[in-house]
């Protein structure tokens, strides 16, 4: 098994596999590591055990598990820090924890802005000793980018356009990541791949 030392920065590769969690298993993980992608992101807001990361990751030997993201509407920080470092335990260096504010309506009764949220959610990661390296913002705009920038190893947009990440990546700077999902179906016949 190939691991990361802690205080590193996980090698994410040039591409990586996303899928919704509900799709996503330990199998399709071995085959996407065998493959060559360099992350595998589990997408569709995972719940705060992270259980489906360490199946992933307990079914690979090398690739980065990443979530895509952890809703912080629906899980505690504490939660979902305590779920980090059991999965650092067990596979030092392999997981990134991506984070985010998600739907609105996902905060059920209680009631926070958003941004002010995320702040104090990284707030509770920080003090629980989730490295900030080691963790990534769904950011998309500019006040969002620069917090993805300061407290964590960049961002991990959705359904953003090229012109987005180039935008996402002047705000960031050049040590800042810029992860963005983008949608592809792998096909050789390019009209058979627009139908789908």
Request: charged letters at 20%; glycine letters at 10%; hydrophobic letters at 40%.
């Given at each position: 098994?190939?691991?990361?030392?802690?205080?590193?920065?996980?090698?994410?590769?040039?591409?990586?596999?996303w899928?919704a969690?509900?799709?996503?298993?330990?199998e399709?993980?071995?085959?996407a590591?065998?493959?060559?992608?360099?992350?595998i992101?589990?997408?569709?807001?995972?719940?705060?055990?992270?259980?489906?990361?360490?199946?992933?990751?307990?079914?690979t030997?090398?690739v980065?598990?990443?979530?895509?993201?952890?809703n912080i509407?629906?899980?505690?920080?504490?939660?979902?820090?305590?779920?980090?470092?059991?999965l650092e335990?067990?596979?030092?260096?392999?997981?990134?924890?991506?984070?985010?504010?998600g739907?609105?309506?996902n905060q059920?009764?209680?009631y926070?802005?958003?941004?002010a949220?995320?702040?104090?959610?990284?707030?509770?990661?920080?003090?629980?000793?989730?490295?900030?390296?080691?963790?990534?913002?769904s950011?998309?705009?500019?006040?969002?980018?620069?917090?993805?920038?300061?407290?964590s190893l960049?961002?991990?947009?959705?359904?953003?356009?090229?012109?987005?990440?180039?935008?996402a990546?002047?705000?960031?700077?050049?040590?800042s990541?810029?992860?963005p999902?983008?949608?592809?179906?792998?096909?050789?016949d390019?009209?058979?791949?627009?139908?789908?």
């Amino acid at each position: 098994m190939v691991t990361t030392p802690p205080s590193a920065t996980p090698d994410l590769g040039r591409v990586g596999f996303w899928r919704a969690a509900v799709l996503l298993t330990p199998e399709l993980a071995a085959g996407a590591e065998r493959l060559g992608y360099g992350a595998i992101w589990i997408g569709g807001s995972p719940p705060g055990d992270l259980n489906l990361a360490e199946q992933l990751l307990d079914a690979t030997e090398r690739v980065t598990v990443a979530t895509g993201i952890v809703n912080i509407w629906k899980v505690p920080a504490t939660e979902v820090a305590a779920s980090f470092h059991r999965l650092e335990a067990r596979h030092p260096g392999r997981f990134v924890l991506g984070i985010g504010i998600g739907h609105r309506e996902n905060q059920g009764n209680q009631y926070q802005k958003p941004y002010a949220a995320l702040v104090s959610y990284l707030d509770t990661l920080d003090a629980e000793g989730v490295p900030a390296h080691r963790r990534l913002v769904s950011a998309l705009g500019p006040r969002t980018l620069r917090l993805a920038a300061e407290r964590s190893l960049g961002t991990h947009p959705y359904l953003t356009t090229p012109a987005h990440t180039r935008f996402a990546r002047d705000i960031g700077g050049p040590g800042s990541l810029v992860a963005p999902e983008q949608r592809l179906v792998p096909d050789t016949d390019p009209a058979t791949a627009r139908e789908t």
